[in-house]
C-alpha cells in the first residue's frame, strides 16, 4: 500500500518561502506510470492544483503560480519537494502531496498523503 | 475561480439517491475524463470515481458517475451516514496550456 507523508514547517513569514516534503512508502517514486503532485486547499475553500513531477524530473506546473513554484524530485530518498516562494497569507492552506496515475492521455490521484496546514504570518 | 460548477450543497435522508452535478465546458469536461473525490471532514481527499464512471477498488456500487457532453454527474444511491462528505470532481482543461481542475465542491449533509 503506497503511502505519502507531508513535512516541513507549519508556519512562514510573509515574503518568505515555503517548503515542504513528500516521502513516498510502499512503492518505488520511480515507478514509470506516475506523477508526483502538490495540491492545497485554503482553510474552508476547495481544493487547488499546483503542480506535478516525473521521476526523470520533468515538471508541469498551474499557470497561475508558475513564476513562484519549483517542485523537485530526490528518487535515492523517494522524497519530492515543494517551494513557493515571495508568500503571503493567500498562501495559508492545507497542502497535499499526491499521486497522479497517468496513462492514455488521462489519470486521477490515487493516493493522497493526510495533508498539513502551512500559515502565512509574522 | 473554479470553471467546474458544482451545487453548494445537497441532502437526503438515509437511504435516499443524491445527485451531484458538475458542469464544465468544451475545453475540460467535453474534451476530457472526469474524476470525483470524496473528502470526509478533516481528511485528505479520496478518489471515488476516476475516467467518468469507474470506481476503484473498495469503493462500494452505491456511488455510481457519468458524463454527457460538458456536465458530468455522481450519484449515491441508498445514502449512508458515513455519506456526510464534501464532493469534487475535476478534470483537466486544456485552455491555459493544460490545468488540472476542481469542481467549486458539494457539501452532502444525510438529514
Known amino acids: 500500500q503506497v503511502q505519502l507523508q507531508e513535512s516541513g514547517p507549519g508556519l512562514v513569514k510573509p515574503s518568505q518561502t515555503l517548503s515542504l516534503t513528500c516521502t513516498v512508502s510502499?512503492?518505488?517514486?520511480?515507478?514509470?506510470?506516475?506523477?508526483w503532485s502538490w495540491i492545497r486547499q485554503p482553510p474552508g475553500k476547495g481544493l487547488e492544483w499546483i503542480g506535478y513531477?516525473?521521476?526523470?524530473?520533468?515538471?508541469y506546473y498551474n499557470p497561475s503560480l508558475k513564476s513562484r513554484v519549483t517542485i523537485s524530485v530526490d528518487t535515492s530518498k523517494n522524497q519530492f519537494s515543494l517551494k513557493l516562494s515571495s508568500v503571503t497569507a493567500a498562501d495559508t492552506a492545507v497542502y497535499y502531496c499526491?499521486?497522479?496515475?497517468?496513462?492514455?492521455?488521462?489519470?486521477?490521484?490515487?493516493?493522497w498523503g493526510q495533508g498539513t496546514l502551512v500559515t502565512v504570518s509574522s | 475561480q473554479s470553471v467546474l460548477t458544482q451545487p453548494p450543497s445537497a441532502s437526503g435522508t438515509p437511504g435516499q439517491r443524491v445527485t451531484i452535478s458538475c458542469s464544465g465546458s468544451?475545453?475540460?469536461?467535453?474534451?476530457?475524463?472526469v474524476n470525483w473525490y470524496q473528502q470526509l471532514p478533516g481528511t485528505a481527499p479520496k478518489l471515488l470515481i476516476y475516467?467518468?464512471?469507474q470506481r476503484p477498488s473498495g469503493v462500494p456500487d452505491r456511488f455510481s458517475g457519468s458524463k454527457s457532453g460538458t456536465s458530468a454527474s455522481l450519484a449515491i444511491s441508498g445514502l449512508q451516514s458515513e455519506d456526510e462528505a464534501d464532493y469534487y470532481c475535476?478534470?483537466?482543461?486544456?485552455?491555459?496550456?493544460?490545468?488540472?481542475?476542481f469542481g467549486t465542491g458539494t457539501k452532502v449533509t444525510v438529514l
Open positions: 513531477i516525473y521521476y526523470s524530473g520533468s515538471t
Open positions: 499526491a499521486r497522479y496515475h497517468y496513462y492514455d492521455s488521462s489519470g486521477e490521484f490515487d493516493y
Open positions: 475516467s467518468n464512471n
Open positions: 510502499g512503492g518505488s517514486i520511480s515507478s514509470g506510470d506516475y506523477y
Open positions: 468544451s475545453s475540460n469536461i467535453g474534451s476530457n475524463t
Open positions: 475535476a478534470a483537466w482543461d486544456d485552455s491555459l496550456n493544460g490545468l488540472y481542475v
